[in-house]
């Protein structure tokens, strides 16, 4: 049986892609590798109550074929049609799906910057923290639900790093219990001044950066900008972050360090795209103006091989709102509609916006003097900055590839998703788009004989 379309991935811009093209008469399979419904903006505990926000698009998934637990590794060409491999659920078993057409929206993952101490336990991605709080009811630092723990339980949790998710992060740990003393933000929220037309254009971006900085001073939660966290302490685990002042370039000001104490620290540095799929059929990608890849797409969110739709934050990050215009675009040009003036002019104003933010919101050159020789820059590898810089002086690597074929960087269970962005910094380039035949572990037995290989 072939499908008219395959979605893969249940997030703001999949789950709208699938609702739409189904009310258009298409047959749709939405794929996912996680068991409910939403992505990770939207994730909520098993048996929990969908979140509102999500609720119109699931109710609109009458007559999708929803398979959840389905990770897609593989997609490839097969004649005219698409054959999508995946592994389902704990026991890792193969799955087929043949489709005439895929829409690609899989989302994006965390960027991490390392730090001297940050693979202390105790520090948790931003995302992860907020993840566990949604999904699993605890609080980072104390393991337990902050409806259980008394007060003084819950723990100090500062947030750090830099992106707009920091502020989300911050309001809803302090809105769950948690002591949250600092929002440690390296990036200078004046930068967002230089793009004043496009906040005009946006006023709900700006009431809802309001409403999250009324959260912060109710709660007692200072606002460091243009600081960052450039070390963790601790001995079983963090108990004290040192914040420091940055430059314009991010590179720590000398004489401006202060030390916090904590129980957790719940720091990223913004979202970059996942894109192996993607790119393991060949699709051509841009620069966004953070620094990061992203998917190239047209004004009907094809990307550069024909019968292949992308949406969401494989085209850059730029919210959920971004992603449902993108989704629905996407469908419409699927099943061979242009979409409406207003829905277009919607994707246009927002993708404006999100280039702003991730204008404002670049790492700068400098953050690389944080790191001493001894910090771990690949944690599963356990390579450090010093064995890194090595590669690039004395050995004479040029690029992340050849670095990590000197030093294993990037050889290990994540495949560079954590420490990619710092190794292609060390070596003094922009990280490249993640390309690799796998887009997760497969068990050899699938790949001796995929189903539908036949």
Known sequence: MTTDLAVVGAGPAGLAAAATAAGLGLDVTLLDAAERPGGQIYRHPAGGPVPRAVRPLV??????????????????????????????????APAAVRARAVLLATGAYERQLPFPGWTLPGVVGAGGAQAMLKSGGVLPGTGISPARAKPRARGRIVVAGSGPL???????????????????????????????????????KLAQ?????????????????RH??????????????????????????????????CDALAVGHGLVPQLELATGLGCATRRTPDGTPALDVDTEQRTSVPGVWAAGETCGIGGAELARAQGEIAALSIAGHHPPGALARRRARLSAFADAMAAAHRPGPGWTDWLDGATQVCRCEEVTADRVREAVTDLGARDARTVKLLTRAGMGWCQGRMCGPAVARLAGEEQAPDRRPLSCPVPLSQLAQPPGAE
């Open 228 to 261: 960052a966290v450039t070390a963790a302490h601790g001995t079983t685990r963090v108990e004290a972050v040192t914040v420091t002042r940055l430059d314009a370039d991010w590179r720590p000001v000398p004489g401006t360090q202060r030390r916090i104490p």
């Open 59 to 92: 109710r609109r998934l009458t007559g999708v074929r929803h398979l959840p637990g389905h990770h897609v590794w593989s997609v490839v060409p097969d004649g005219d049609t698409w054959l999508l491999h995946a592994v389902v659920g704990p026991d890792e």
């Open 166 to 204: 920091l502020l989300a992060v911050a309001t809803t740990l302090a809105a769950a219990g948690a002591r949250v003393p600092a929002l440690v933000e390296a990036a200078d929220y004046t930068a967002y001044a230089r793009h004043t037309a496009t906040l005009v254009r946006n006023p709900a």
């Open 209 to 225: 950066g309001a409403l999250h900085g009324g959260a912060l001073l109710r709660h007692s939660t200072r606002l460091l900008t």
